[in-house]
């Protein structure tokens, strides 16, 4: 089974490896027909650890191969990185805040509504994390320090645990609000389809465009960043376990960085 995946072109493990953050996505929406609602601080442990994961991912397996092929391209890799994290940043940033906006203009709008606007707000959010698991595979085609296939699935492994508790931010508040289970399910396992479409584009782009490589990298590590600050690490710290949700962060950046530095 190993050597199979191995043997797979860039693109195709970025596909099977994207399939796997969705089935996860799809994992956690099935939620709903168990419960209505789920425990909290299993939720918020599995935000921590994920943003753990996710923070060590950005450097070891986005950031330090963008800066490495930017060299080599004789590039200015701090200015090529610093507009790629930027720009990945502000994409995030411009949907949040277009989503704010329609909110705010909508205060009297049904919850059902509401809802509908955080499935938009998550798929959103999916496309730069599949992109992130596209351009980590397809980085490895360069050979590039950091750039594993080891550190492309651990990447593809924290993003897929915090793509657990975003199924369920999805089919639980619908169920909420009078929709069928059935339903509910369905519009969360959809909220993740759009992590294999661009996971396969990215993998594609950095192969076929090597100019392209650094400032997507940086892009996606950009994104990343945004996602774990943004929404991780505060949503993993709304319950009185603050502190050990802190040590869940800390053990899965540590598990990360072993993960890559020993098997990378």
């Known amino acids: 089974m190993i050597n199979w995946y191995i043997n797979l072109t860039y693109p195709l493990q970025a596909l099977v490896a994207s399939m796997f953050t969705w089935a996860i996505t799809s994992m956690g929406s099935a939620v709903v027909f168990l419960f209505k609602k789920v425990n909290k601080n299993t939720m ?20 330090s191969p963008a800066i490495e092929m930017a060299n080599n391209l004789n590039l200015i890799s701090w200015l090529i990185v610093s507009i790629g994290v930027l720009l990945g940043g502000l994409l995030l940033f411009s949907g949040d805040k277009i989503f704010d906006r329609l909110t705010e203009n909508n205060k009297n709008a049904s919850s059902m509504k509401r809802s509908l606007m955080l499935i938009f707000s998550i798929t959103l959010h999916n496309i730069p994390e599949g992109m992130a698991i596209g351009v980590a595979f397809g980085s490895v085609f360069y050979n590039l320090d950091g750039a594993t296939l080891m550190s492309a699935v651990m990447l593809a492994i924290g993003i897929g645990i915090q793509n657990f508790p975003e199924g369920s931010a ?7 609000e009078g929709m069928s289970t059935t339903k509910a399910f369905i519009f969360g396992v959809l909220s993740g389809i ?3 479409i661009s996971a396969v584009i990215g993998a594609i782009l950095v192969i076929k465009v090597q100019i392209l490589l650094p400032i997507l990298l940086a892009f996606a590590g950009g994104a990343m960043i945004y996602v774990v600050v943004q929404e991780l690490i505060p949503e993993s710290q709304t ?3 603050k502190d050990l949700m802190a040590l869940f962060t800390i053990f ?6 072993i993960f890559d530095v020993s098997l990378g």
Do not use: I, Y
């Not at 918020?44 to 950031?63: E, K, P, R």
């Not at 999805?170 to 909420?176: A, F, I, K, N």
């Not at 899965?252 to 960085?257: I, N, T």
């Open 44 to 63: 918020d442990a599995m935000l921590g650890l994920s943003a753990g994961v996710m923070l060590a991912a950005t450097f070891w397996s986005l950031l």
């Open 170 to 176: 999805v089919s639980l508040p619908l169920r909420r």
């Open 194 to 196: 759009v992590e294999p």
């Open 239 to 241: 319950n009185k376990k």
């Open 252 to 257: 899965g950046f540590l598990l990360m960085m």
